[in-house]
């Protein structure tokens, strides 16, 4: 069976780490919302929730204590055998999710004293066979060791963020933390691009804030949709689903709807 190793460029999955350390910047809701939008256009998506706040696993309305997750997986893989990420997966609105819950914050310490304790993860998705096109990572709000597993397992990585000062300055930081794991473990990683949420272009300080993330990384690495403030993406995710599921005219359905076809743009061809 074809196997996946990331940094290939080969046609076949993709590996996408959503990630910032910035805590409420959008990550799960990007990450859910732009993985309902692919399932609508036929593609087969697996999302890994990596943050024991297990906030993707709840907002798939998938109680936070299902068993095993990916806290048993890392950990079989790093002790005993090898795990199979396809035995956690739980199947929801179309959606295939390998759980996490919050045993999950303790594996940092765990797992310490592991050999190449960076590299678990992508073991563990070099095995997966290939009949998903694409692997969004919902990454937790910390540079630690789950979001270093995330990174070295990935592509790409995709960057929400709020249009705020001091989100812009923790871009920074990111960036120079990603040069060294680029460095020593990954260095085919790149940015697949920022995705502004909660945009509200009447605010001087989201426009202001756009203006210096064109100049610091280029107009190409900011994704022209905007996602606009939307309650109801709150909502949908208190329900426990999706935004097309939940309300397919709301304007957080079409941002995301958008965001997804500038997204597979990026793929064409490859
Ligand atoms: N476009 C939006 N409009 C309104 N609310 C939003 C929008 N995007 C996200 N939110 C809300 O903002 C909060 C933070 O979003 P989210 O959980 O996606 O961020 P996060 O980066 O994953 O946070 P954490 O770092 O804690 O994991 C959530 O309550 C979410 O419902
Ligand atoms: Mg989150």
Same mark, same amino acid.
Do not use: W
């Given at each position: 069976?074809?196997?996946h190793?990331?940094?290939?460029?080969a046609?076949?999955?993709?590996?996408?780490?959503i990630?910032?350390?910035?805590?409420?910047?959008?990550?799960?809701?990007?990450?859910?919302?732009?993985?309902a939008?692919?399932?609508?256009?036929?593609?087969?998506?697996?999302?890994?929730?990596?943050?024991?706040?297990?906030?993707?696993t709840?907002?798939?309305?998938?109680?936070?204590?299902?068993?095993?997750?990916?806290y048993?997986?890392?950990?079989?893989?790093?002790?005993?055998?090898?795990?199979?990420?396809?035995?956690?997966?739980?199947?929801?609105?179309?959606?295939?999710?390998?759980?996490?819950?919050?045993?999950?914050?303790?594996?940092?310490?765990?797992?310490? +004293?592991?050999?190449?304790?960076?590299?678990?993860? &992508?073991? =563990?998705? @070099?095995?997966?066979?290939?009949?998903?096109?694409? !692997? $969004?990572?919902?990454?937790?709000?910390?540079?630690?060791?789950?979001?270093?597993?995330?990174?070295?397992?990935?592509?790409?990585?995709?960057?929400?963020l709020?249009?705020?000062?001091?989100?812009?300055?923790?871009?920074? +930081?990111?960036?120079?933390?990603?040069?060294?794991? &680029?460095? =020593?473990? @990954?260095?085919?990683?790149?940015?697949?691009?920022? !995705? $502004?949420?909660k945009?509200?272009?009447?605010?001087?300080?989201?426009?202001?804030?756009?203006?210096?993330?064109?100049?610091?990384?280029?107009?190409?690495?900011?994704?022209p949709?905007?996602?606009?403030?939307?309650?109801?993406?709150?909502?949908?995710q208190?329900?426990?689903?999706?935004?097309?599921?939940?309300?397919?005219?709301?304007n957080?359905?079409?941002?995301?709807?958008?965001?997804?076809?500038?997204?597979?743009?990026?793929?064409?061809?490859?």
């Amino acid at each position: 069976m074809e196997k996946h190793s990331a940094g290939d460029t080969a046609a076949g999955m993709k590996i996408i780490s959503i990630v910032i350390q910035k805590g409420g910047s959008g990550k799960t809701t990007t990450t859910l919302n732009l993985a309902a939008a692919l399932r609508d256009q036929g593609k087969r998506v697996m999302l890994i929730d990596l943050d024991p706040q297990s906030n993707l696993t709840q907002s798939l309305g998938i109680g936070d204590e299902v068993e095993p997750n990916i806290y048993h997986a890392l950990r079989q893989e790093a002790f005993e055998q090898a795990a199979v990420l396809e035995d956690l997966v739980q199947h929801c609105c179309g959606l295939d999710l390998v759980p996490s819950s919050i045993e999950l914050a303790g594996v940092e310490l765990e797992l310490v +004293s592991i050999y190449g304790r960076e590299q678990i993860l &992508k073991q =563990l998705l @070099n095995r997966l066979p290939t009949p998903y096109d694409y !692997v $969004l990572i919902d990454c937790p709000p910390s540079m630690g060791m789950l979001t270093v597993n995330a990174l070295v397992a990935s592509d790409q990585f995709i960057m929400p963020l709020q249009a705020e000062f001091l989100p812009l300055k923790g871009v920074g +930081s990111f960036m120079r933390h990603l040069e060294k794991i &680029k460095k =020593l473990m @990954n260095p085919n990683i790149s940015l697949l691009g920022f !995705v $502004l949420t909660k945009y509200d272009h009447r605010k001087t300080m989201n426009r202001n804030v756009l203006e210096k993330l064109k100049e610091a990384y280029g107009e190409d690495k900011i994704f022209p949709t905007f996602i606009r403030t939307n309650i109801a993406l709150v909502n949908a995710q208190e329900k426990g689903m999706d935004i097309f599921t939940f309300d397919k005219h709301s304007n957080g359905a079409k941002d995301y709807g958008q965001l997804a076809q500038e997204f597979l743009a990026k793929f064409k061809g490859s």
